[in-house]
């Protein structure tokens, strides 16, 4: 229950990042629950994969590569989406991170 809930917020959040930048677009809350889920696979799935691959130019640039991962993350759910939409990866870099932050927080009200 919890996880479907955790879902949800995701995608609200993502909304939430649609309001707030020009660049990113989500068509309706079922596209948002849709890139919600894809992101969230992504993350559990290849993001792993990737940051291994990354791992000396992560470890040279202190850890800020990982915010490139982010973002490249992000913008390639946009770009295999149809009802989310990010133009470009300075949106992406900038939709990350908000997203991440948003996300972080609705996901701390309800595990307290």
Not at 41 to 68: H, S
Not at 90 to 99: D, E, F, V
């Amino acid at each position: 229950m919890e996880l479907l809930l955790i879902w949800v917020l995701n995608a609200v959040a993502l909304l939430i990042v649609a309001y707030i930048l020009p660049g990113i677009t989500v068509a309706s809350f079922w596209s948002a629950l849709i890139a919600a889920l894809v992101l969230g696979l992504l993350n559990t799935l290849v993001k792993p994969l990737l940051i291994l691959l990354t791992l000396p130019i992560t470890v040279v640039t202190l850890g800020l590569f990982l915010l490139v991962l982010n973002a490249l993350v992000f913008w390639f759910a946009g770009s295999i989406l149809r009802g989310f939409q990010v133009n470009g990866f300075w949106w992406a870099l900038l939709g990350a991170l908000i997203y991440s932050i948003i996300s972080g927080f609705l996901s701390g009200l309800i595990s307290k």
